[in-house]
């Protein structure tokens, strides 16, 4: 006898559990396996900012999408605080994106007039909000985004979604997709052999493996991104501070994160020399203070691209029964929680709101390359 | 020019930070130095149980002096998240004390006549709230018990008094005491002479180490104790379980803490096969489920004790402008509130309440040894 | 243009790497492609016996490969040390397999008449070679087995093959095969698309995932193993010593091993309480002095293992231009160096000599499933 | 009863241990006492270079004594390993001072007069040596300077010392010396009191907080340094590259460590983000392909210097049976052997030898303070 499921997810990282999370509080079955545990790669390495005016020249759905998501953690965290008892940590300090040209500050101006929660700042204003910050002409300030606790907030959302009667396997990895002329039924691994009404492909930057099983292969790629943290004796900065490569981010406890840099195709997880001097050398620039700190550790992660640039939230052409909710890039912690009720909307049948339809599969993207 | 302060603690432990936080917050100048950073030993290694109940055959004194303590948990967790934004992850979950024999049973009758907070739970009341535990023969429950993240509350109160002026110095060790005519003005350290109106020794289990070099020898003695950690795929316990020589502590995302042997008269802070094989038979027989959970790691703490059992806070007979706050053995986390207003208050010149007056150095423990 | 090479290898553990240095010994070029980095998996984890007597009523032609393997140790250790400086720690300090019961006298019988290299120990012979030993009924003393530093051996064949010539892609997931007409001609991997002759998939445990790439199934399955690592002020045991189910492994500076659970089916890299508990018990019982020593960490190794029980090692029926190399079980640090040689073997064309032919793939084992 | 020991030396690091194996060797009672663990502080710490002519202006009687004790490397190699199988990874690949200015050569010179293993080489020959060093106007090539595993050194001498029959107790501070009308005849420790004929302080840059406890005060004073390591994927230098301000220390597996910035009168073992800053930018300016390497890690170790420059080594005047070994500065490792023979002769009467008497005691340096 099988199990079946409303959904199995493939992957417990922020996107998989923020689903997990928003279909179980709508009373579905829902399993997620997981090749090794919750949030084991990008989700945990994330500096976790929700960071809507960080991208320049982006899609302005994507902006309104960021917007969205963003105004959702407040409630979020009650949520699953109340459930877990986990804080993750949100702090909604503003980020302060930073000019040192005019360029710089030509590309902010088109965020002051897409966005509604930003406003500019003159040197001597950074100056006064962030004195430690160096020399600068200004800055982009976008008073209510903030960050959270990226691991944290993952752990919390996957919980969650167990209190709330999910089940997830850790440790188990999709050995192949159960493919019945055109329709996903269900997947096989060597725990056993799972049906649900849908699959849901969440495998971060890995997605793009997991739909080889299913014959699509799609142009996402990998970034990966290199951090680093250091240990403060008091606080000198209190809200993000953000510049071209390079941005800090101050955390509980008088902690920093310093990230993050960007290469693109490759799974590479290690921490080059190259990207920690780049950071380094960039940092302390933009924060000479930083120097005094305390050098606590790097690491890396690798993050979801798609060729189109925006992410892929929706249902795969070609195949019924399979979903996919991947390529969220910089910007997956931020858009975990729209991304969970968007594709519980999905599940339901629900029109996604006008405003924000990646869930369009760009077929040049995402084209059937043979038979399974 | 020399720096002087109202206070200059020994010890940037919980007991220290705690006095600092207080301290501070009356307006007091104060400095800590501390031999290496903040929380180092046994503040961050113990299981931040807030455990009123947990021990036999107690002093009624310290029994009151602990649920006073307990008492100040939930406003100091509000009071330090706003200055610092650090969530101590307070629960009040309570705790309940199992009896397996009729001696615990007797044992536990004590402490049902001497507190308010407990009430006496049959077997089945005791598996109705907490199915997995094994079979024993009822229990005591101290439903307003609770813990706390150790390290995170030692932490929250270092950088609480931070903000309210104090300053820390850390790694930096005591090189000898400036003693004039029996009165302590102050100390050395490699960084600077520093004088204060009052010296307080809060070093653990180190404190008879430092106040050898005033010329003190004490008969307290350090000891040791080991802890390991398991990670759950779901809650097994609410609250936590203690019996004598093991309990189990439930945390934030479905951690479980496991402690703790007990060792005296040793310093050696390295964890031993032994200690963790005797708690791990312990705690599986307790509940069974534990084996499923995922090993996590193991530590060990060394816990300071006074040949009495009771903590020495207050003045240093013998030696004016000296004090001490030490020897809470078990209860370091838990009376770290109270002991940081005891002696706000002790430096005041305010009687201590007379329902808990550990300040009282007895002579047997605390010989002036002469010149050395 | 695309790089075409002798072989490709996928699989930088301890097989994949011994295979490459033999190669690369043999003036091939070879590249090996690694999803994460060198050792990563059970080649580390492993504790490193050259244990040929240590399973019972095991087939005897492995027990010939064992020893041929074994003895290709010392010659291999003075090779790699001088390509690359450093010494993997091989250690020919024997094992005794203790008995604590008829059945176990029995079994170790038949490996008397099977092994030239091993004679019996009385109680009072093994007392007086391991003196602290708990009391048994005499055990098999397999005096010329010992063991190495897994991590080390498969780091320094890595760098031993990469010194001659070979190349090593880590952090480089297989993406797909190149199959044209039955043939394997080569590998796509999201750093580019490469070409050989033989490619041989050398995943371990992983390696049924590998092939299914290719279309292939087997029924081979992971076997989970934790163990844990304690540290000892002075040498307790000289040998390893061996049990069902405990083993105990001395290592340099006074480090002992300990070792193995096993958890079929499962690729469940988290270490278990209860494995952790069973095997502290047994060890402890063993060698009761183990209680004294220093607790450093617990770990856990996904081990591969195949239906038949012995390795596959050799080329893919119904698919020219595909080898395989795993399957080894608890014996792939011991097999590795003959594994490496009879790889380059085969890849020359030579016939693998009569006395192991694990080279015969079974083909209830490896059935083609589909078309790619 | 109280056991009676030939010499008690307090302090496990690399020179406690290399006095007590050589000690052991002649047949000496031995005890060590040590605060925590073996080579807990700068002795793991350290780079291990054994650079005999990294320093600039020295001593030529700290020269000569460096020659004589780097040559007994080999030997202590073959020793340590046949007593207890640990490898300290001695390399003998030498090790070349880079020039970069005409004041760089004129220092190297001085070196090249007073030394005979040494050699200039022009920019063509470092380059044709060590052809990834940047740009630079030649090197001093000390071709017999090498390098060892710093902290496997340390625990090989430790476990000798053992081996031959010394005590050792780990997590044993000192509570005070026992001084009887000026004759050191023994410690106190909370494990119990030990009487020797000789007491000897190596406690590295704590050797001045010990001998406070025996009334002495010294002006040694620490010197902080931090390093870093670097994991490649082959070789880039094969020497030591040393210059002003960082050197890159090839290790065995293709680690490359980098080292060491230098912070002096602190005892502060945190890693600055500047000193990472510095010593990146550095070394990446001198190798421009460790950009390429993998980041593995930066640590902190804190150094003995003492106000003259030269270690101490030898009888403490004014208090008999009481020696001292410390202010290696950053020539610890490398002085090692022969701080422990130069301390065997003293304790057996025999004179030091005239080209090397740091054993003098400068009395500006060690002046009686008094009864505290």
């Known amino acids: 006898l099988n199990v079946h499921y409303d959904a199995i ?3 417990a990282g922020v996107i998989g559990c923020s689903i997990a999370y928003q279909l179980a509080k709508r ?8 090749r090794s545990k919750i949030g084991n790669k990008a989700s945990t390495a994330a500096a976790g900012m929700l960071g809507v005016h960080t991208e320049l020249g982006e899609d302005a759905g994507l902006l309104q999408a960021c917007l969205k998501s963003r105004d959702m953690f407040p ?3 009650d949520e699953v605080k109340e459930i877990t008892g986990i804080d993750f940590e949100l702090s909604q300090n503003g980020m302060i994106k930073l000019a040192f040209s005019e360029s710089d500050v030509l590309a902010s101006q088109r965020l002051l007039s897409l ?12 100056s006064l909000l962030e004195p430690s910050v160096s020399r600068n002409i200004g800055g982009l300030y976008a008073y209510k985004d903030g960050n959270v606790h990226a691991g944290k907030f993952t752990l919390a959302l996957a919980k969650s979604a167990i209190r709330l009667g999910s089940e997830l ?13 055109g329709v996903c039924k269900g997947i096989r691994t060597h725990e056993g052999t799972y049906y649900a009404n849908e699959v849901i492909v969440a495998g971060g930057a890995w997605s793009g493996q997991i739909l080889k099983h299913a014959g699509f292969s ?9 951090c680093f943290s250091v240990m403060l004796e008091r606080p000198i900065i209190n809200r993000t501070i953000f510049t071209n490569g390079c941005y800090l981010v101050p955390k509980r406890g008088d902690r920093l994160l310093v990230g993050a840099t960007e290469h693109p195709h490759t799974f590479d997880e290690s921490t080059s020399v190259e990207g920690i001097n780049i950071l380094l050398n960039k940092a302390i620039k933009i924060l000479p203070d930083l120097a005094n700190g305390r050098w606590e550790k790097a690491w890396t992660g690798v993050r979801p691209r798609t060729a189109g640039g925006l992410p892929h939230i929706g249902r795969v052409k070609g195949c019924s ?15 975990a929680p729209l991304t969970g009720v968007l594709m519980a909307d999905v599940l339901e049948g629900k029109e996604i709101e006008p405003m924000f339809e990646p869930g369009e599969m760009d077929e040049r993207m995402m084209i059937r390359e043979g038979k399974d």
């Not at 799609?218 to 290199?226: I, R």
Request: glycine share 8%; net charge negative.
């Open 27 to 34: 009373n579905k079955k829902v399993l997620i396996v997981e």
């Open 321 to 335: 029964g399979l979903s996919i909710a991947t390529g969220h890039y910089r910007n997956g912690i931020l858009l």
């Open 169 to 181: 396997k850790e440790y188990t990895p999709l050995l192949s997709f159960i493919l019945e002329h």
């Open 115 to 126: 966005s509604k929660d930003v406003e500019w700042l003159t040197e001597r204003e950074v």
């Open 9 to 11: 997810i493939i992957g």
């Open 75 to 77: 409630a979020l965290s």
């Open 218 to 226: 799609t142009a996402d790629y990998p970034v990966k991104g290199e």
